[in-house]
């Protein structure tokens, strides 16, 4: 999917170029009026931030005999929050390298990548899920061929999942659409698809676990090494600009 992304997002980078060249702006925008928000409203909003920073900690035990539910609710708001703050989108991660040469997102995807990787290594190892817990049987062209829509998607959109809703947080209508429309779209086709996947009746590639597969120690060379290769990548690109498509 890592692969398929990177294609799709030059591909849309492409097309986007290809759109500024023979549609005016003027055709895109006509008709479209923006208002500003009241300027009571405006006041407003840096206390209402607070309040709801400040009913974090308490979120269980609003949520009452639901406390999962406030758990994740309070998770949530914080990562909705640090997302926010740190403009953190995979669309951008993978789309400035192409269409900026800039890589500090990327750098921190594949900080997060490495971080995470730990994470899942210790509960899986020490047996607290199984092995196959969010082990999907995408590992082949279901990867690539979704990667590819994926990527190619989220640059017309101007966001990925995460970044679509912290945008919709900053009150932008176009990602309100976007949110709209892959709430709809994946689930209808989830409801498709996922009855056919555990019938066995379709199949998106193979379920690749790779300590299982190749041994702790040489599935941790292979992330690492991925992982070092983009990053010396990007890093180079950022010099040289020689990927740049924009």
């Known amino acids: 999917m890592w692969a398929g992304i990177i294609c799709g997002a030059i591909v849309g980078l492409k097309y986007l170029m290809w759109e500024m060249e023979h549609i005016p702006n003027n055709i895109l925008s006509k008709g479209i009026t923006l208002r500003p928000a009241p300027a009571g409203w405006k006041k407003a909003q840096p206390y209402l931030g607070w309040i709801l920073l400040i009913l974090i900690p308490f979120m269980p035990a609003i949520y009452g005999q639901h406390t999962k539910l406030g758990i994740l609710a309070a998770l949530g708001l914080l990562s909705g929050f640090v997302m926010h703050r740190s403009r953190f989108c995979f669309a951008a991660t ?14 921190s995807l594949i900080l997060s990548v490495l ?30 061929v979704g990667g590819i829509i994926f990527g190619f998607g989220m640059i017309l959109a101007g966001g990925c999942g995460s970044g679509t809703l912290w945008r919709v947080g900053e009150g932008q209508i176009k990602l309100i659409v976007v949110m709209i429309t892959m709430a709809i779209s994946n689930s209808l086709t989830k409801a498709w698809l996922w009855p056919k996947v555990r019938a066995h009746e379709l199949s998106f590639g193979k379920a690749i676990f790779l300590p299982r597969d190749v041994g702790w120690v040489w599935a941790y060379i292979i992330i690492l090494g991925i992982m070092l290769i983009w990053y010396l990548f990007v890093l180079w690109n950022e010099e040289t600009e020689k990927c740049v498509v924009m």
Do not use: C, H
């Open 94 to 107: 993978f789309r400035d390298p192409f269409m900026t040469g800039e890589s500090d997102k990327t750098q």
């Open 115 to 144: 971080i995470v990787m730990l994470g899942v290594s210790i509960i899986k190892w020490s047996g607290i899920v199984p092995w196959y817990r969010y082990v999907f049987g995408n590992a082949g062209w279901g990867g690539i």
